[in-house]
């Protein structure tokens, strides 16, 4: 959203300064149903097997007993992650991603753990008894421990039984990808359960710092429904929750990281998605962080479970639709994927990402300059004329805009552009179409810092962190400084009155990103500045085109 709105900001502006002189004279007046909150997650080792031994047990009531005598903690270690989960309830205490980390230097942490609040991969029935007693029991486990960081595969299974119950929890996980395999069982008097499988409340431990960014958005749900992408704020959901049928995925995200479920493609088709107040430090303050929750049925599965970065270029072979999950956009989709491939490649040679910015912008405004070079060439022509056009203008201020004599205006300006060797549709075509060209590279070089998580933790001179806002404000400055230089260096369309509005610009940019991340006010910087070159070369050659004229016309 907030490249639309600055999209739509600079093309009004552009409008103004532009087409609306040229066209207007400065006369022209101007399924939801409530879902609940708290699952226990788990997952199953091969589906099959957890199936055939979920429907031909026999419908017995007694059962013997399957417990551990002590809680215990699990751990699992693969190349990408530390996970570690405890035998009471078979819940997921920690997932820590091992490639990235938070402020302290530790490895990412994706879980939320929240008194009273669901956990992530609980299971619920909607049975407030059965529920608790899958999240208090202590389950007997296949391991203690595994380590899988060498590759391969290995399943943890936790078992429980008592009475008429017995649950089975599956997970198989593989070292060298980021999945993971879940199967629950939750049988009752031989009867397999209606179950749902949850992942919140949120992903991830936001600070301080990221909250801090503009347009910071507490983790919200996501989905693929009928093939497309929904999000939904977690505040959004406070009252009663959603109903999503139609589900290839479901999952919960923030800004770059995402924990998704995804069922097969004949099986679970229906999720459900709710919030949970989570306290924050300030105190009696909350904040909403959404759940989503896979609605298996009687299905015991196999579920597929991604938990890490929004990484395009990692999710893209791992199939499942999961990298429509980072928002590369629509319509400059196509430009913003190699853009990011671009920007890899020129950190592989440059090693900081900073300096890969303003290298990769340098390079986007060469291939162009020779759009903008017309631009500002039409610009000039547009400026010698402006006041000549402001007098017609003047004389037809008082004049309705359906008056006939309106007609004359127009035919006037029209002999004005002859007089000066110009056509109002060719100035038209000269002055917007190459803004038109060149704005959607811009526009999706901007997207691709938004969404690329290579800037997260990457420093930049004085700026400790690209993904968070420049702790001096010294960039958002430096680029409406940029910004005002290369106001002044434009030659003036519009007039006076407008003028001065759109000295206000820069102002309101630095506004609009005073506190977005640094990454974002490095790359306007380094455009402004190549802007104020190429202006300053532009009307350079323009000038000395202009006395070779008038030396060679003395000449004749």
């Known amino acids: 959203m907030d490249e639309r709105r600055l999209f739509l900001f600079l093309v009004l502006a552009f409008v103004v300064v532009t087409v609306y002189p040229m066209l207007f004279p400065a006369t022209v007046p101007p399924q939801e149903k409530p879902v609940a909150t708290a699952p226990s997650a788990t997952p199953v080792e091969p589906a099959r097997v957890a199936e055939e031994s979920t429907r031909s047990a026999p419908a017995s009531s007694t059962i013997a007993p399957l417990a551990d005598a002590s809680e215990r903690r699990v751990e699992v270690l693969t190349r990408e992650a530390s996970i570690a989960f405890t035998n009471r309830g078979a819940r997921l205490l920690s997932w820590r991603l091992t490639g990235f980390t938070e402020d302290r230097g530790r490895a990412a942490e994706m879980v939320a753990v929240v008194p009273n609040a669901p956990r992530a991969l609980d299971v619920e029935t909607g049975d407030a008894r059965t529920d608790g007693i899958l999240r208090d029991a202590l389950y007997k486990v296949s391991s203690e421990s595994l380590d899988l960081s060498a590759g391969g595969e290995g399943t943890l299974t936790f078992e429980y039984a008592a009475g008429d119950l017995v649950v089975r929890k599956a997970f198989l996980f593989r070292g060298q990808q980021p999945l993971a395999d879940v199967n629950v069982s939750v049988r009752r008097a031989g009867r397999e359960l209606d179950k749902r499988l949850v992942w919140g409340p949120g992903i991830g431990v936001p600070n301080d710092a990221e909250r801090a960014v503009r347009g ?17 704020p977690a505040k959004k959901l406070k009252d009663g929750g959603q109903s999503l049928a139609d589900v290839r995925w479901v999952g919960v995200e923030n800004r770059y990281f995402v ?5 097969t493609d004949a099986g679970v088709r229906m999720a459900e998605a709710s919030a949970f107040d989570v306290p924050m430090p300030a105190e009696g303050e909350t904040e909403p962080r959404a759940i989503a929750a896979l609605v298996l049925g009687d299905r015991t599965g196999p ?16 199939g499942r639709d999961f990298k429509a999950v980072v928002p590369v956009g629509e319509w400059i989709g196509p430009i913003v994927v190699p853009l990011m491939r671009l920007l890899r490649w020129v950190h592989g040679y440059v090693g900081n990402y900073g300096w890969s910015i303003v290298l990769l912008t340098v390079l986007i405004n060469l291939v162009m300059g020779p759009f903008r070079h017309f631009s500002i060439v039409n610009g000039i022509k547009m400026a010698k004329l402006s006041p000549e056009m402001r007098a017609i203008q003047e004389r037809y201020k008082k004049i309705p805009l359906l008056d006939p004599r309106r007609q004359q205006m127009q035919e006037e300006i029209a002999a004005l552009y002859a007089r000066h060797g110009l056509s109002m549709g060719t100035q038209m075509t000269v002055g917007c179409l190459p803004l038109l060209l060149t704005m959607p590279f811009f526009f999706a070089f901007y997207r691709v810092l938004d969404v690329s998580i290579e800037l997260r933790g990457a420093s930049y001179l004085w700026i400790p962190d690209l993904s968070q806002k420049d702790p001096y404000y010294l960039a958002p400055i430096l680029m409406a400084v940029s910004m005002f230089i290369l106001q002044r260096m434009t030659p003036a369309t519009v007039d006076p009155a407008q003028q001065r509005m759109m000295m206000l610009m820069p102002l309101l940019f630095a506004v609009f990103l ?26 350079r050659l323009v000038k000395g085109q202009a006395k070779e004229g008038k030396h060679g016309g003395r000449r004749r």
């Open 303 to 318: 579920i597929t479970l991604y938990v890490g970065a929004k990484d395009y270029f990692h999710l893209a072979p791992l």
């Open 514 to 539: 005073f506190a977005a991340p640094a990454g974002l006010n490095v790359y306007w910087l380094a455009s402004n500045c190549c802007s104020i070159v190429q202006q300053g070369v532009t009307l």
């Open 259 to 263: 924990a998704l479920f995804a069922g």
């Open 216 to 232: 910071y958005q507490p983790p919200q749900a996501v989905a693929l429904v009928n093939g497309k992408v929904e999000r939904v």
